[in-house]
């Protein structure tokens, strides 16, 4: 699946090619405060922990009140970003409203911040799922939507990009929901909302993907490798 971060080897010298783009380039430290442009602060954050942290506001987009004034949030936005959300990428060259590199947590912004994430092609690629679905859960507040794509398994793609990560499946999220017997990985609680295995459009596919609507186990148990799937999506909500 074509990646909405781009090119993991580019992200070591993002930082240092943005300062002559007209960005302001932020520097995080613990608890301090992270200001775009004007002084607002767009529900930035210096959330670090340890080890220093980057993220660029990039101006020429949008006002630091515009982005203040969303409450969704879309990672890894791409080629793809979305008007009604804050667009956050790893590389300046796909004009992103904020520019950061999201295997670095915690990520740059205040603590039940958004009211949505959406989260599209992305999760495969990060090194630690678990980490990253309890930072999804730091900056959503309760009751917050998360939207998810990711490849299933079963997909030649899901091996094809050597990007890819994670190889997930449709009970993949089980273990933030406390619907898995290892849910103790962590503490973060999500909601399933939906979830739902998608397929090509061959006709022996709308056959597998009634099969899988209502027994995806089954399919996954059964008939994966046989008919294999495209990708799955996932609403999950935050639960605090």
Request: hydrophobic fraction near 40%.
């Amino acid at each position: 699946m074509v990646t909405a971060l781009g090119s993991w080897r580019a992200s070591e010298h993002l930082f240092a090619s943005t300062k002559s783009m007209s960005a302001v380039a932020v520097r995080r430290s613990r608890f301090c405060s992270v200001h775009a442009g004007d002084g607002a602060t767009a529900g930035l954050s210096a959330h670090a922990g340890a080890g220093s942290m980057n993220a660029t506001v990039m101006s020429g987009m949008r006002t630091a009140e515009e982005l203040a004034s969303l409450t969704a949030l879309n990672i890894g936005s791409g080629a793809r970003p979305f008007a009604d959300a804050v667009n956050l990428d790893i590389t300046s060259d796909t004009n992103p409203d904020i520019v950061h590199d999201v295997r670095e947590l915690p990520w740059p912004f205040e603590s039940d911040r958004f009211a949505e994430l959406r989260a599209i092609d992305v999760l495969e690629h990060l090194p630690d799922l678990v980490a990253t679905m309890e930072e999804i859960h730091r900056i959503c507040g309760a009751g917050g939507r998360v939207q998810i794509v990711v490849p299933h398994f079963s997909s030649n793609n899901s091996y094809t990009d050597p990007t890819h990560l994670h190889h997930l499946g449709i009970m993949s999220f089980d273990y933030f929901t406390g619907e898995h017997q290892h849910s103790y990985y962590t503490r973060c609680r999500f909601r399933t909302v939906s979830r739902k295995i998608e397929f090509l459009n061959r006709p022996q596919d709308r056959v597998m993907s009634r099969l899988a609507a209502r027994w995806p186990v089954l399919y996954e148990r059964r008939f994966a490798w046989i008919f294999p799937a495209w990708l799955m999506r996932f609403e999950l909500e935050v639960l605090k």
